[in-house]
């Protein structure tokens, strides 16, 4: 028995969210990734306030594409939910912790009267960035390789803990930058700052470049660990993963050419198509291996609930959305000049407050790029060990 | 000792302490999410109504807090509706087939509260005046259906209905019962209400400090006036809805009422107790008005109450007392505010103007205060009462428990996260407030500079 049309609907809906989630709140983490990385406060003030600008005034609304996903989950999909929560508590509940810290530094940024504080807050902010976006592709790793068992008694620490979830982890944070650098090098280039935009440029290329070798390799681990989501990617939905190979390519070259609407078009594509991807490779499991769509939805009346709720976002949201985006790419959306003004000049010319040595607040960057880092490399090597004992035993 | 330990790892007991500290601390926030838009508004639009600079000002700061309260409230409720799936596995799982309806509906309410607050809030400069004042209605009536949402998903956990189970699991839903279940109908509005209450009566106690402190300008007149006249139109209301809201939870669930009431025996004549603690059979230190709880269920002496004698002791909510003393604790509340906002209303209506005695400061500062400790009571009478049930009737709250070990540390990170959010909402304004007060910071200027109306020189002399 095949799917029923509204199921199909529900499921493309499910996933028009998560791709939505991954092109606006990805290119907010990322955005966050670059102000991780954007050096000390003196050099780093001027891509950190461009960050800023565009970021600031939309996060929220697109932070509000994970409560989609998640009342969609929940209601069309309730006893994948109900596995995948219990299975992956962890994980989830620490890129819970980042989306918290993230939305903390949002309020409390540019009230921090003291330059330490406003470091301690960016520094959290920045990490956080790092946080929500990690724990959240070792999720979809876990869930993609089949490690999530339909009914599960308790956590399954294996399940997000594989290299394949860890390395989906890691193209998940190289992803963000991506996407945040090539929508940074726009905004660049329409606020009129020819110096950020090869700021970003470079940046954008650096990334897309890490998240292509990133995918690459979780392909390959892919078909050891889920040789069924393997076959199928490089099967059925390998149209798919050369769309967004192609795509991801051509923006590259598009920033170079600096054409900032296709560029983006393009980026956003290459995103798309991996989300649609990774369904398509997964169909007709939603757990592969344990629970397919069919035995994981819910009564039909609720799935025609859902798709009225998509429509109805379609009418509510989707116009003052576009509302949102325009004013803020025509720059109508602004905190306050001074204020701004006052922080670049703060940070750039006297700097009363600080003495000449380095800024403490790289140590805390670093500190966290370092565990985050250090964390993933023990875990990968500990996890190879383990293997080849497995196997010679 | 060793009894406390089991009960810890039974589970329930970590877990619902979790939920019940993320919703106390939530549902203040969300009460400004719903409520505080509109108190904005009414501000605003005076000030671009009347011309009047020393409203737009307060708009234009309020806003700024707005801003502040919504990003926390934004976690916030994140953070809770990943608990849902976290901590009651067993009800998602079991049950989100149908109360997941109205949490998608939220969905959009939430998102189009989002953009339009993003708009609003730095729509300032950007908008033309009346523009950007309508920008910001969205806001206030998206924040009304938001709460309807969600209250009616938790009002469906009090009276679940609008699905068929087939062995334990869902096998077909009516959403529009579920959306509309028999308990939304006074849960909703006494929720909307009490945030009106708590954000606006918060909001004026602000102001009512700084004329405890003698700044008894224009600028703290208005800012006490605007969210005081609200909290005192929505407090008579509220009293008149929770009335209803008694009522039907007598006939609907009469063992939470029996617990409210500390009715233990069924029958009619029923005893109304305001405050005292049952003690086995007697209530002690209470005010007992004979008949009085007969005439407020069926408005006769006659009529019969059910005492929690009516249910075997297992599904019978526990600590009656606590749910009692709650229960005549919000009612108390309720009351005095209502005289409060009368007081005002009585001096406003003949003097035009705040009353100056500290008879009525005092309290009205501490009103907001009061209007969160009534709705925290309220929400301990709603889900403690309603257990030992999630889902009343239907679902068991150590059946919904997620099996996952970790709830302790996930229950102490929760505290923390709360207790760094509400410091926040606490701390920030309160920063943004005494940089106001404070000369010669540059961003002051800009403070002052409202982007239309009268100049700033205006402002200023109205201000001294």
Known sequence: MSPSPELIAVTVVLFVAIAAYALFAGADFGGGIWDLLAGSTRRGAVPRAAIDASVTPVWEGNHVWSIFVLVILWTAFPPAFAAIMTALFAPIALSLLGIFLRGLGFAFRHEAERLHMQRLNGALFAASSLMAPFFLGTVIGAVATGAVPAAPSGQVLSAWTSPTALVTGGLFVATCAYIGAIYLVADSEQRKQPEMMRYFSYRAIAAGVVSGVLAAVNLLLMRASSPYTFDRLVGPALPLVVVSVVAGIAALVLVVLRRMHLMRIAAGLAVAAVVAGWGWAQYPWLLPGSLTLQAGSAPSASLWAELAVAGLAVVFVLPPFAWLYWLQQHGRLQESEISESLRLARATTSEPVVPASPAPVHHEHRLVTTVLIASLATELVRQVLERRRSRRG | ?464
Not at chain 2, 150 to 168: E, H, I, K, Y
């Open chain 2, 1 to 464: 000792m060793t009894s406390y330990a089991l009960v810890l790892a039974d589970g329930t007991v970590p877990a619902r302490s979790q939920m019940g500290a993320s919703l106390g601390f939530h549902i203040i926030f969300a009460c400004f999410g719903i409520a505080f838009p509109a108190v904005v508004l009414i501000a605003h639009w005076l000030g671009l109504r009347r011309g009047d600079a020393v409203a737009l000002l307060l708009a234009r700061r309020w806003s700024k807090v707005m801003a502040v309260i919504f990003a926390v409230g934004a976690v916030s409720g994140t953070v809770l509706s990943y608990e849902l799936g976290l901590l009651w596995p067993g009800l998602m799982g079991r049950f989100g087939a149908a109360f997941g309806i109205p949490f998608s509906i939220e969905g959009i309410w939430f998102f189009v509260e989002a953009i339009f607050t993003g708009i609003y809030l730095y729509g300032w400069r950007g908008l033309s005046p009346w523009l950007h004042w309508w920008s910001g209605v969205p806001i206030a009536v998206t924040g009304l259906l938001g709460a309807w949402a969600v209250v009616a998903a938790n009002s469906w956990m009090n009276q679940p209905g609008g699905f068929t189970l087939t062995d334990g699991r869902i096998t077909s839903v009516d959403p529009w019962a579920v959306i509309f279940n028999s308990a939304s109908s006074y849960e909703v509005p006494h929720m909307i209400l009490a945030a009106y209450m708590v954000a606006s009566l918060l909001t004026a106690g602000v102001y009512a400090v700084g004329m405890l402190r003698g700044r008894w300008d224009r600028y703290h007149r208005l800012g006490f006036l605007i969210p005081f006249a609200v909290g005192a139109v929505a407090a008579p209301i509220q009293v008149f809805v929770g009335d209803i809201a008694a009522r039907m939870i007598a006939s609907q669930q009469p063992q939470k009422f029996a617990a409210m009431e500390l009715v233990d025996r069924t029958g009619t004549n029923v005893t109304e107790w305001l405050g005292g603690i049952y003690w086995n059979g007697q209530v002690y230190f209470g005010v007992g008005i004979p008949d009085l709880d007969s005439i407020l269920v069926g408005f006769s002496p006659n009529t019969t109450v059910i005492g929690w004698d009516a249910a075997p002791p297992e599904l019978r909510p526990p600590l009656p007392n606590l749910i009692h003393l709650a229960f005549t604790g919000m009612v108390g509340i309720g009351t005095a505010l209502v005289v409060l906002g009368a007081w005002q209303g009585w001096v406003w209506w003949f003097h035009r103007r705040v009353p100056r005695t500290r008879w009525f400061l005092v309290p009205a500062a501490l009103s907001g205060v009061g209007a969160v400790l009534a709705m925290e009571l309220g929400w301990i009478v709603t889900e403690v009462g309603r257990q030992p049930w999630t889902v009343y009737g239907v679902l068991l709250t150590r059946d919904a428990v997620t099996p996952a070990g970790g709830v302790i540390i996930t229950l102490a990170v929760t505290l923390v996260i709360y207790l760094v959010l509400t410091g926040v909402c606490i701390v920030v304004p309160w920063l943004m407030g005494r940089r106001w007060r404070a000369e010669g910071d540059p961003r002051l200027v800009e403070d002052q500079a409202t982007p239309y109306g009268p100049p700033v020189e205006r402002v200023r002399e109205v201000r001294s």
